[in-house]
């Protein structure tokens, strides 16, 4: 029971949390785009959309921080059997991230909040490039931590302390599961941020907002859901082919893969029984070879299913049940690469839209499903960490250390349990304040037309505008 709710308080506050890290990575760098393209024009609709943007973006700023601190906690408190076992290992980059990149994230903001009026225009501009490198870094660094955990490299397990040890910091920062996991989360970034700057610039589009700021701002998402919609996919790709050598059970799982088969089909819906770990599907639709096609761009290549990876587990690691849930594995990678397909299509036809003046702010139906779109993005990046986390089970650690093995031994049922009522109750709290902030700020909209008009950003002194903040 324990372990249940530690699983589940674990889930419930990584997926909040990561409700925010998207947004943060991707929107720091429309940032960037706003305050650079503002620094060598001297057009104010580029200073008037990063200040409006920079609104949003601390906000979420705040409530990532505070949730991501809460989730490390966790470490400690509910899993330290894990802690133990992998700390020498998990620590090293999670104490970069903390100590150089989220240091330079979180000061540099600081900087780039109050030094509208006090850092020349060129420094100031420096800030926000050097907040954006600093989001960037800290995924690089929080994915060399996870990465590690999908894919074990340069590390030693110590026979007498029963320990996993660094042996090479350079293996773990160089994983290629963390390579691929970094652009595909990157992406995945730039896409969210994409879609919520498209999706405001919709909202406002359709009031008869400023068309002269914003239809160049739902351009400027369009072209970026486009790249990163594609990034993301091909990306993607990549990662699962070597998902399919590193974690053949999870890429089984999530194609309901139950018998190897050479020139695999590629599975477009899938029924098996009412089970957890079902042997075989009732109801199969699928592509014929297109699952070897992806898997190793063979016609006929041969793909592992379940069952014998199953025999094959159970024989280098003893007895027992080495199968992901099944249906939670396979519906969320779907969930994840459908929705990265609407959203090229999405964009695509928003560019088509606005080849030519007044059809993409007078396409009504569009900007309402541009608005509502705001939303695909984020339940993609939900079902992406669950389709990773859970296609991973029973392994916390691959091939290393079962979960069931890593959670506290002394903290019961009633502990986790009252904890996890806490931060529930508290994350919804937080949820609504998130809410009301955001609505507050995408209402209220961007400073007025003409509020910067003597503001010249290359004349080498400070700007003279006031702090931002909301």
Do not use: C
């Amino acid at each position: 029971m324990a372990l249940d709710l530690a699983r589940w308080q674990f889930a419930i506050t990584t997926l909040y949390h990561f409700l925010f890290v998207p947004v943060t990575i991707g929107t720091a760098w429309f940032l960037v785009g706003m305050q650079t393209a503002w620094y060598r024009t001297g057009d104010e609709k580029w200073l008037r959309l990063t200040r409006f943007f920079g609104k949003l973006f601390l906000i979420n700023f705040a409530l990532g921080v505070v949730t991501g601190i809460v989730q490390e906690f966790q470490f400690g408190m509910n899993w330290s059997a894990y802690s133990r076992y992998v700390g020498d290992i998990f620590g090293a980059p999670l104490a970069i991230e903390g100590l150089a990149a989220f240091f330079l994230e979180s000061t540099f903001l600081g900087l780039w909040i109050f030094g509208w009026d006090r850092l020349k225009p060129k420094v100031h501009l420096a800030t926000i490039w050097l907040v954006a490198l600093g989001t960037t870094a800290s995924a690089y660094f929080i994915l060399a931590a996870n990465s590690w955990m999908q894919h074990p490299v340069g590390y030693r397990l110590n026979p007498e302390t029963k320990r996993a040890e660094l042996t090479s910091i350079a293996q773990v920062l160089t994983n290629s599961t963390l390579i691929r996991a970094f652009g595909h989360t990157i992406a995945a970034a730039l896409l969210t941020s994409a879609m919520l700057v498209l999706g405001v610039a919709a909202w406002h589009l359709r009031r008869g907002g400023d068309r002269a700021l914003f239809r160049p701002a739902a351009t400027v998402a369009l072209w970026t859901t486009l790249a990163a919609g594609l990034a993301t996919v091909l990306i993607g790709h990549a990662q699962g082919q070597l998902m399919t050598r590193q974690q053949p059970m999870k890429m089984a799982a999530a194609e309901a893969l139950y018998e190897t088969r050479s020139g695999a089909p590629f599975s477009l819906f899938d029924i098996g029984p009412w089970q957890r770990y079902p042997n075989k599907s009732l109801v199969s639709i699928a592509v014929p070879h297109a699952l070897s096609i992806l898997a190793d761009n063979s016609w006929n290549g041969r793909v592992e299913g379940m069952n014998d990876i199953q025999r094959r587990y159970a024989a280098a690691y003893g007895p027992g049940n080495y199968k992901p849930i099944v249906g939670a594995t396979y519906w969320s990678f779907r969930i994840m690469t459908g929705i990265g397909f609407l959203a090229v299509i999405l964009a695509a036809v928003g560019l088509w839209l606005a080849r030519r003046p007044g059809r993409l702010e007078g396409s009504d139906r569009y900007l309402r499903l541009a608005v509502w779109a705001i939303a695909l993005p984020v339940l993609a990046n939900l079902a992406g960490w669950v389709f990773t986390e859970i296609g991973r089970q029973p392994w916390i650690v691959q091939g290393l250390l079962l979960t069931r093995d890593a959670v506290s031994p002394t903290v019961g049922a009633w502990s986790v349990g009252l904890t996890l009522a806490g931060f529930t109750l508290l994350y919804g709290a937080l949820a609504a304040v998130e809410a009301v902030l955001l609505i507050r700020a995408v209402k209220h909209g961007p400073d007025p037309e003409g509020a910067y008009a003597e503001v010249r950003p290359t004349d080498g002194t400070p700007t003279r505008i006031p702090a931002l903040t909301y």
